[in-house]
């Protein structure tokens, strides 16, 4: 397999001159400028040795450049965010075995990590002489990037992404017939942390287009409706609850130039859907299912005004994109064929990753082959019906999305066990007005909700912080005798404003 993708960006940073790339910050960069950055990178990167990149991640063309740098040099990526807890950057650092840390602007958060790791490599670009960039022609089973998700054991779980693998997603979204070219303006609203950060900064640099990140410094919701008004956004990816932070501004956002309107990352909701539909006439809109370790996503449904397919309101995830293969399995492991029937959804093809970090026992639990196809458990219970299109119906075991995120919650408990040895924990994901929280439920806790979450504070990164925290005298049981989080759920609902 040839990595297009990347030599297609190489040429792009090559040929692009003065046209817009990225808009960071509202500030405007250039390819030639953004080509410059990465050349200058590329020398530091060359000399580190490293295979492996960790990059702190910050809202800078520098970060941007450092990724393409590194890539360009062939060689993997690993996001991390300054704001992480101490003890989770060292178990990042320490399972990829990295080497070398680079970042671009000095902060306050950087400054804590200078103090504790002494691999951190200063390079803004001004600093650094121009050098003009180069391909080193990487294979495909070579790494690319290196993502951390949440593990139920209370360790991160390290996922290496392929420049196959990420080839292949190229491969199958040029079949879903989207036509990108070099006037589209993409968002790119995501960590860097978030596996579809990567199409959002990937994408436009292949076509020749630009991206276009949030603005730090201003609330979320506020950064969102600038962005895709002011820079007049054509194609957009984000997850559902993005349309919750914009509905108390929808009667006003109206996006005639988007084109193509993407959603992943959580279920999306019919009526939510609907209420965006008046925003965005004239954009095709697709809801996208995948997760990290099939890279980015690996199906596609295209929904128009009164043709959207859903289950109990729940909008399909359609059809697997051109290299990617779905699969049900029942409750003994046998393949369902029928239609209609529920079963885990499982998922092969050239877009599965080659499985989890130095992790033998998750490898040997999540992935398997049947009749000589490796596929991937993805722990998500889903039907196909007649024309071939997925639906997804819930989860079957305690994960939850928070944003997008992936939360196993035992690593919520795991930690709180850390901080209260003595007080079984429950954690659960519960709804409100469209948006996912989280809540932990202590038994006979003796502290009050805000030294709890004060002590979590440094154990978890912030999107798996609770946002309430209360004590129980006793954890409810179901008929099966099993921890009742149903009716936790139902409970922190109710509990959730007071």
């Known amino acids: ?19 817009t790339a990225c808009v960071i910050e509202d500030t405007e960069i250039s390819y030639s400028s953004l080509s410059a950055m990465t050349g200058a990178v590329q020398a530091k990167i060359q000399r580190t040795g490293s295979m492996r990149i960790g990059i702190i991640t910050q809202n800078t063309a520098e970060t941007y450049a450092t990724i393409i740098a590194a890539w360009l040099t062939g ?49 803004n670009t001004s600093d650094l002489p121009p050098a003009d960039c180069f391909y080193s022609f990487p294979a ?7 993502l951390f998700t949440s593990g139920t054991t209370g360790k991160p ?23 990108v070219h070099e006037d589209d303006r ?79 990352g959580e279920a999306l909701k019919k009526d939510l859907l609907e209420k965006w539909m008046v925003c965005v006439p004239n954009a095709r809109i697709d809801n996208v299912y995948g997760p990290t370790e099939a890279t980015i996503y690996c199906s596609a449904l295209t929904c128009a005004s009164g043709k959207i397919p859903n289950q109990s309101g729940m909008v399909g ?20 064929t029928d239609t209609k029937m529920e079963g885990e959804l499982c998922l092969g093809g050239m877009q599965l990753t080659p499985g989890y970090l130095n992790n033998p026992e998750q490898n040997g639990q999540k992935f398997f082959h049947h009749h000589g196809i490796r596929y991937y458990r993805t722990g998500d219970i889903a039907y196909r019906d007649r024309s071939g299109n997925y639906f997804y119906i819930g989860r079957k075991d305690d994960q939850v999305k928070i944003q997008g995120y992936r939360i196993e919650l035992g690593e919520l408990e795991v930690a709180s066990a850390r901080i209260l040895p003595q007080n079984p ?14 809540a932990l439920f202590v038994l006979q806790a003796g502290l ?8 979590l504070r440094p154990l978890l990164p912030q999107y798996m912080q609770p946002h309430r925290v209360f004590a129980i005298d006793e954890i409810p049981l179901n008929a099966n005798g099993k921890t009742d989080r149903k009716a936790l759920r139902i409970q922190a609902e109710r509990q959730h404003a007071s």
């Open 1 to 19: 397999m040839s990595i297009s993708f990347l030599q297609t960006i190489f040429k792009r940073l090559q040929t692009g001159g003065l046209q």
């Open 75 to 123: 060689k993997a990526y690993i996001p991390i965010p300054a704001h992480y807890p101490l003890d989770r950057i060292a178990e990042i650092i320490s399972s990829a075995e990295i080497s070398a840390i680079f970042y671009a602007t000095e902060d306050p958060e950087v400054e804590r990590l200078t103090s504790h790791f002494t691999k951190i490599i200063f390079t």
């Open 140 to 146: 495909e089973d070579k790494e690319a990037y290196l």
């Open 157 to 179: 779980k390290g996922v290496p992404v392929t420049f196959g693998n990420i080839q292949a997603f190229m491969d199958g979204f040029d079949a879903l017939g989207y036509q």
């Open 186 to 264: 993409f968002l790119q609203m995501f960590e860097l942390t978030f596996d579809l950060s990567v199409v959002c900064f990937t994408l436009p640099l292949i076509c020749g287009g630009s991206f276009h990140t949030l603005p730090s410094g201003m609330i979320k919701t506020l950064a969102l409706y600038h962005v895709l008004e002011e820079n007049r956004i054509t194609f957009s990816l984000m997850v559902p609850s993005a349309i919750g932070l914009l509905l108390p501004y929808l009667d006003d956002i109206h996006l005639p130039e988007l084109r193509v309107s993407q959603f992943c």
């Open 317 to 336: 995830i359609g059809k697997p994109m051109q290299e990617s293969l779905f699969m049900l399995l029942d409750e003994h492991g046998n393949e369902i």
């Open 425 to 438: 924990a429950v954690a659960v994901g519960y709804q409100v007005s469209n948006n996912w929280y989280l």
């Open 448 to 455: 009050a909700e805000q030294k709890i979450k004060e002590a």
